[in-house]
């Protein structure tokens, strides 16, 4: 894959179901293969220093925790990738979005990293994840990876991809918008 997409950033997306067991071989695919990853169901605390997940090469991940238990979202994105953050939106704290500013070049991206647990109402999650995407209108360039814990047939997410005029990329786990 790297071989075949040499000037192009390669993005993946896995559902972990806890990180800290199964870190050794992240750090070993994303070495190799990706530039940004975005891992869900990371099953983190703050028992779990950020360091521990340190991958060289990469910027520090950005983390979004719930529990050791379920839940959580960390971003690595290479280090010669500018990167930030963005904290204006405040989603309810059931919500798990990391949205981040990736600039290439003269182009900036939002990129959100999320997971929908599935115990969550499905209308509740996209409504939310609408009105934190409208906090952030101005970008053109609109990724949107995770878990969503529902297909893209379904009634809340086909009517979220709709309104927005977003696509689903890879199966259900990948929504994009290019103007």
Same mark, same amino acid.
């Given at each position: ?53 340190? &991958? ?20 690595? &994105? ?66 949107? &990876? ?23 990329? &890879? ?9």
């Amino acid at each position: 894959m790297r071989k075949k997409n040499v000037n192009r950033v390669i993005i993946g997306n896995i559902n972990i179901n806890s990180l800290p067991n199964k870190f050794d071989q992240v750090k070993e695919f994303i070495l190799k293969f990706i530039d940004i990853l975005i891992i869900t169901e990371t099953k983190l605390d703050d028992s779990f220093p950020t360091s521990q997940f340190h &991958v060289e090469g990469f910027s520090t991940p950005l983390r979004l925790d719930r529990s050791r238990y379920g839940g959580g979202v960390m971003i690595y &994105v290479r280090d010669y990738i500018t990167n930030r953050i963005l904290d204006k939106h405040c989603s309810p704290s059931d919500i798990e979005n990391i949205f981040v500013e990736l600039n290439f070049r003269k182009l900036k991206w939002l990129l959100c990293g999320t997971y929908h647990p599935p115990s969550q109402p499905d209308d509740y999650y996209f409504h939310n994840l609408d009105m934190a995407i409208d906090t952030y209108s101005q970008y053109e360039k609109v990724l949107i &990876v995770g878990d969503f814990n529902s297909e893209v047939s379904e009634k809340s997410m086909a009517s979220f991809l709709l309104q927005r005029d977003f696509k689903s990329i &890879v199966k259900t786990n990948t929504c994009f918008k290019s103007v």
